[in-house]
């Protein structure tokens, strides 16, 4: 090979060689611009992750507060029961209460009844009416007087 032949190949790879240059620094800014995006990509991967353990963590409050808002209005259920139940309670034992006044009164209408029963019955007793045998013994025991 010649001089000039050899300074003509190496002028032809020294651009080949600039072009290779220019393409290796296309390549690089391109796989810069990839590199930021997959960086990009990964932060946001990272943020999602996140926002899906806090999704998760709002789920298990969310739970907590519908299972509190449950125990609060099963509270407020036996609270309304139990009131309901000791007005009626009350309402019971004024009726009893009543029963009781009534019994009393009943008691003392049913000694009268006896008293008046058995002076009836002494009265009676002591009016007593001669049969119809009797009539004429009474009558000839009142013409003998």
């Not at 006044?101 to 008691?107: F, G, R, S, T, W």
């Not at 003392?108 to 002494?122: G, Q, S």
Request: glycine share 2%; hydrophobic share 35%.
């Amino acid at each position: 090979m010649k001089k000039s032949e050899a300074l003509a190949r190496i002028v032809e790879l020294q651009e080949e060689n600039i072009l290779l240059k220019d393409e290796v620094n296309a390549l690089s800014q391109e796989c810069q611009a990839k590199q930021e995006l997959i960086d990009e990509l990964l932060e946001k991967l990272s943020g999602y992750e996140q926002l899906q353990k806090e999704n998760e963590d709002l789920k298990a409050k969310l739970e907590m507060v519908s299972d509190e808002v449950r125990l609060m209005e099963a509270k407020r259920e036996v609270n309304y029961l139990r009131h309901k139940y000791h007005w009626a309670a009350e309402d019971l034992l004024d009726e009893f209460y009543q029963v009781h006044k009534a019994i009393e009164k009943l008691d003392e209408i049913c000694v009268n009844a006896r008293e008046k029963f058995a002076a009836l019955n002494h009265k009676v007793h002591e009016s007593y009416i001669p049969l119809s045998t009797d009539i004429e013994a009474y009558r000839s025991q009142e013409g003998n007087q």
